[in-house]
């Protein structure tokens, strides 16, 4: 799992047809920045095609990853009950002195 929690970043449609991309694709391509997303439109099509900024489509995947693997701990009620005691384990073992320090760990000699 990666870092904290983000909020994701709706997208800023502009919806084109195919034929106004084609003569203004420049244009289009130029607006396709950030988390703004060109629709591409095609009358009696089943499906649009979208045009994304590289860095908003990898943001994208990746918190589509991050919110799988939640899902996937959080769907998985013994590995999720133990995440939970962790925490308070890990104080018992603190108090208990059973914890090093990574320089008693890893130090060196």
Request: glycine letters at 6%; zero cysteines; aromatic letters at 6%.
């Amino acid at each position: 799992m990666a870092g904290a929690a983000t909020v994701v970043r709706r997208p800023k449609k502009i919806a084109v047809s195919r034929s106004e991309f084609r003569e203004r694709m420049r244009e289009f391509l130029g607006k396709t920045t950030g988390n703004t997303v060109v629709v591409v439109t095609t009358p009696g099509a089943q499906e649009n095609k979208l045009v994304v900024d590289a860095e908003y489509f990898d943001e994208l995947v990746r918190d589509l990853q991050s919110a799988v693997e939640t899902l996937e701990i959080t769907s998985d009620p013994e590995l999720y009950a133990r995440l939970l005691k962790a925490p308070e384990a890990l104080k018992e073992d603190f108090r208990a002195g059973r914890l090093h320090s990574l320089e008693e760990a890893f130090g060196e000699d």
